[in-house]
């Protein structure tokens, strides 16, 4: 787990910085850090690491104060003792997320999965959302081999047949699915809302101000991101090489809502859902309660 510093856009002398983990697989953060003006009225600094499972240990070790992530990963905080405190969610994405074979696979149904091997990142979303896809069909997570792996070496090994199915997503679902080599095998917009949510933890003892200033920096960015697609995407897409991957990117971005929400009671029931189908899959070791 490394953690390294962007160039700080906001400065105000004699005041600490808040510090906001960035990881490549939340887009709101990414693009709020290379988005000028996104939190015009309080200090700032962006500190990248590259996976968003490690949200968890750098707020407990005070390297960050902030941050966004799946909402697979404050749950695991909140089962392994953290007081989380949830600060603000993206909109549902219900598309965004698939799980995909090849073409030539037979493995025609989720039950067929029974005893297979599937790629995903272990302790996202993706776990939540196979765990739903399994559950639907009367099957568990112990009826199936996880393998954790990264979007890209994911497709490949489904390629290369080292895997028997993978949970991708946007814009690697997508990709997945027009290379003619991969079909869908279910998607998440029956399964689970899949919001971003940004959140912290009560040791950060971060002020009402601030929180606010970085709610509405954020809502700010949702609703300056659809008007501005290009450079969006030429962000996102910096380090993709491939044609076709570039071309995924612009898709997920005019596909995305964008919008940010305060934490309501309908997304806190949303969580505690998740947390309750993950400790019945004996995921979370610990029952966790988010709504007392």
């Keep these: 787990m490394n953690a390294t510093s962007l160039p700080i856009p906001t400065i105000i002398k004699g005041k600490r910085p808040l ?3 960035v990881h490549p697989a939340n887009l709101h953060l990414v693009l709020a850090s290379c988005w000028e003006g996104t939190f015009p009225n309080i200090a700032v600094e962006f500190i990248r690491y590259a996976n968003g499972r490690d949200s968890a240990a750098l707020l407990a070790t005070g390297e960050i104060d902030i941050c966004g992530t799946s909402s697979t990963v404050p749950i695991f905080a909140a089962a392994n003792g953290q ?7 993206s909109a549902q994405r219900r598309r965004d997320g698939a799980l995909v074979v090849s073409t030539d696979s037979d493995i025609m149904t989720v ?9 995903l990142a272990e302790g996202s979303f993706q776990t939540y959302l196979l765990a739903k896809a399994l ?9 199936v081999i996880t393998r954790d792996v990264l979007p890209a070496e994911g497709l490949a090994a489904l390629q290369q047949a080292r895997l028997d199915a993978l949970i991708t997503f946007a814009p690697y679902q997508d990709y997945a699915l027009t290379t003619g080599t991969m079909r869908l095998l279910q998607g998440s917009e029956a399964l689970i809302p899949n919001r971003s949510v940004f959140w912290t933890t009560q040791a950060q003892t971060i002020g009402a ?15 300056d991101i ?15 090489t491939s044609p076709g991957l570039r071309r995924a990117w612009h898709k997920a971005i005019v596909a995305r809502n964008w919008s940010i929400h305060h934490i309501n009671t309908t997304i806190l029931r949303e969580l505690q ?11 979370l070791k610990h029952q966790v309660n988010l709504l007392a």
């Design 111 to 119: 039950q067929d999965l029974a005893g297979k091997t599937i790629g």
């Design 19 to 21: 510090r906001i983990g």
């Design 209 to 223: 101000y601030t929180i606010a200033s970085f709610f509405d920096g954020l809502e700010r960015l949702g609703r």
């Design 226 to 240: 659809p008007h501005n697609i290009d450079q969006a995407a030429y962000i996102l897409a910096t380090d993709d």
């Design 273 to 283: 859902d998740e947390a309750d189908a993950l400790f019945r899959h004996h995921v």
């Design 135 to 143: 559950e639907k069909e009367g099957l568990n997570l112990n009826d």
């Design 83 to 89: 007081d989380v405190t949830f600060l603000a969610a």
